[in-house]
């Protein structure tokens, strides 16, 4: 069998894969409301708040802040993180234990076991060290288990924090805290936002870095292409990756060099059928993006030029970022106004997804 990856890579000029679906921190691109959700998990940490809560939309890039925050978590902090954890009272104490690599004896008492946790954190904080836990896809917890949270983020020294939650997950999570069962919770998150999706220009400068990361020193998607993928994908990083990837497929295939809008509408067409690009692109939602009805189907010109000024030669933005004693760089991700925005531009929201291997 062919090294598809190598050939795929050399057809292009490229060094690695630019649209993998894996959230690659590498890969991050500093868009305005990723920027600012990022800052508000960094306030978070700052500011020792009791409770930070990040939603967005399913694809929408959580996964890959939570990844950078990982990476750039200062080092007098212990992080336990626990993904898609379900289950009663005693279940999430057990995983909050196991993400924080402590031993779980089996039939211990739910007392014995936060007894253990809570000598844990106080442990921490005499050797100056801070503890967090992020929990991963947070929808998934009941009213209940989000009550048991509330209750270990009382643990504390004098005026110090000692525990610190980072709450990531769908939209849904938002509705589950607006719940008058768990009003007090919600009186505790200090720090919260809401990932929308990408504009059309924040796609295309998405694709391009994307590219230019990978290593391409040419345009190997062409600007109508990049419109094309922004309206079909609905602006989620997700899809946008997907679609990007099936065009530089179907481009390699033909040993064609540049993917265009016609090389799109074919990659859409032959997706019509199955997977998630039927939801796209059913039900009416050709007339709302402005693409042609599945009757006609995708061989129509695409609505219109890409965003104004967008081309190969326009020179990449300043993208923020750390440098290894964890300062900001160029384009650091600028501060809302107060500890608990929503970004205000246009657009659907944005999304976020995956599992984080604390041990990867």
């Not at 890579?9 to 868009?31: I, K, M, Q, T, V």
């Not at 964890?326 to 531009?345: L, N």
């Amino acid at each position: 069998m062919r090294d598809l990856s190598r050939l795929y890579n050399e057809h292009f000029g490229l060094s690695e894969r630019p649209f993998s679906l894996l959230p690659d921190p590498d890969f991050l691109y500093w868009a305005p409301p990723h920027r600012k959700a990022y800052t508000m998990l960094e306030y978070g940490i700052a500011a020792h708040s009791p409770i930070t809560m990040i939603t967005g939309e399913i694809g929408s890039g959580k996964t890959t802040l939570v990844r950078k925050l990982l990476d750039d978590m200062p080092q007098d902090f212990s992080v336990g993180l626990i993904s898609n954890a379900q289950g009663d009272r005693g279940e999430l104490l057990h995983w909050v234990l196991m993400s924080l690599d402590l031993p779980v004896e089996p039939g211990l008492s739910y007392v014995q076991l936060f007894k253990q946790f809570q000598t844990f954190l106080i442990d921490e904080y005499a050797a100056g060290r801070r503890t967090a836990l992020i929990f991963d896809e947070a929808q998934n917890l009941s009213p209940l288990a989000l009550e048991e949270l509330r209750m270990f983020s009382n643990i504390n020294a004098d005026k110090d924090q000692l525990l610190q939650l980072i709450l990531v997950g769908q939209p849904e999570l938002r509705d589950l805290v607006r719940q008058p069962i768990l009003q007090q919770f919600a009186q505790r998150i200090a720090a919260e936002f809401h990932l929308r999706a990408l504009t059309a220009e924040e796609a295309d400068e998405y694709i391009l870095h994307r590219l230019r990361h990978a290593g391409a020193d040419r345009e190997i998607i062409d600007g109508e292409a990049r419109h094309l993928i922004h309206l079909a994908g609905r602006g989620i990083p997700r899809l946008i990756n997907q679609l990007c990837d099936y065009a530089l497929v179907y481009a390699f295939s033909e040993d064609r060099p540049l993917a265009d809008a016609a090389l799109v509408r074919e990659v859409l067409e032959d997706r019509r059928q199955s997977g998630v690009f039927a939801a796209v692109t059913g039900g009416g939602a050709e007339a709302a993006l402005g693409l042609p009805h599945p009757a006609q189907g995708w061989s129509a010109p695409a609505p219109g030029p890409g965003p104004a000024g967008g081309g190969w030669d326009r020179p990449a933005p300043a993208h923020g970022g750390r440098d290894a004693s964890g300062h900001a760089s160029g384009g650091e991700p600028t501060s809302s106004s107060g500890p608990s925005s929503q970004d205000g531009a246009q657009g659907d929201p944005n999304m976020f997804h995956g599992v984080w291997d604390r041990n990867g």
